[in-house]
C-alpha cells in the first residue's frame, strides 16, 4: 500500500558515513548492504509485484553535507527521493543526487522517470562504474526514521529502533550520480530468512 508522503519531501540522509564496515553487523545484512549488483533487481527476486512510489524530486544546490568526490558542493543536482516496494511493503527508501552536468545527451532521461527505478536505467548502461560505497545507521531523530514511522503506522509494520542504510557513486559515461539507500522496517536485509540468490542477485534504486 502507497502513501500520501511528499509532505515529508526532501528527507535528506544527514549521517556519519563510513567507509569501512562496522563491527557488530550481521552477516546478512552486511550482505545486502555490500552487495555490488541492482538492488532493484534483488528486490523484484523476492516480489511478486515491484513498484516505485515518488516522494519528491527537485532541483537545488548540493549541500557541503551531502558532497563526496565528483559531486561537489554548491553545484545544482537533481534531488529525487523515492520509496520501493515488494507487494505492498516499503522495503527501502533511496535518495539521489544528480549533478545537472551528468544530465546530458543519453542521461537526460534521468530527469524524467517518473515511478520507473533508477536502477533498471542505470544497470543497462555499458558504461556504468561504481566507485565507492558507504554505509551509515540511522537513529530515532533522523527524518528517514520518521519516516518509516509514518509507514508503519499506516501499515502496522514490525517496528525498529535504527535503521541502516549506504550510498554509492557511479559514473555513467564519466558522468556521476550519488544514489543512497535505507532499508526501512521489516526489509528483506534484516531477516536472515530472505537471502535467496545474493550471489547473483542485481544496487540502485
Known amino acids: 500500500m502507497m502513501n500520501n508522503l511528499q509532505h515529508f519531501f526532501p528527507v535528506t540522509l544527514a549521517a556519519t558515513w563510513l567507509d569501512q564496515a562496522p563491527s557488530g553487523l550481521s552477516l546478512h545484512l552486511s550482505d545486502w548492504l555490500y552487495d555490488a549488483s541492482s538492488l532493484t533487481a534483488r528486490l523484484k527476486k523476492h516480489a511478486t509485484h515491484f513498484s516505485v512510489e515518488v516522494i519528491g524530486q527537485r532541483v537545488e544546490a548540493c549541500s557541503a553535507e551531502e558532497a563526496i568526490g565528483a559531486v561537489k558542493a554548491g553545484e545544482e543536482v537533481l534531488v529525487r527521493e523515492v520509496l520501493l516496494y515488494c507487494d505492498g511493503h516499503a522495503q ?69 529502533a535504527e535503521l541502516w542504510g549506504r550510498r554509492s557513486m557511479f559514473m555513467v559515461a564519466d558522468k556521476p550520480i550519488l544514489v543512497a539507500e535505507v532499508f526501512l522496517p521489516g526489509a528483506f536485509a534484516y531477516s536472515a530468512g530472505a537471502n535467496m540468490n545474493a550471489s547473483d542477485s542485481c544496487g540502485v534504486s
Open 92 to 160: 527501502v527508501f533511496a535518495r539521489s543526487l544528480l549533478p545537472l552536468s551528468s544530465l546530458t545527451g543519453e542521461q537526460q532521461q534521468l530527469a524524467q522517470l517518473g515511478n520507473q527505478p533508477l536502477g533498471q536505467v542505470l544497470f543497462n548502461h555499458p558504461d556504468l562504474v561504481r566507485h565507492s560505497q558507504q554505509v551509515a545507521k540511522f537513529g530515532a531523530d533522523t527524518n528517514v526514521v520518521k519516516l518509516a514511522k509514518q509507514i508503519q503506522d499506516s501499515t502496522r509494520s514490525t517496528s525498529q
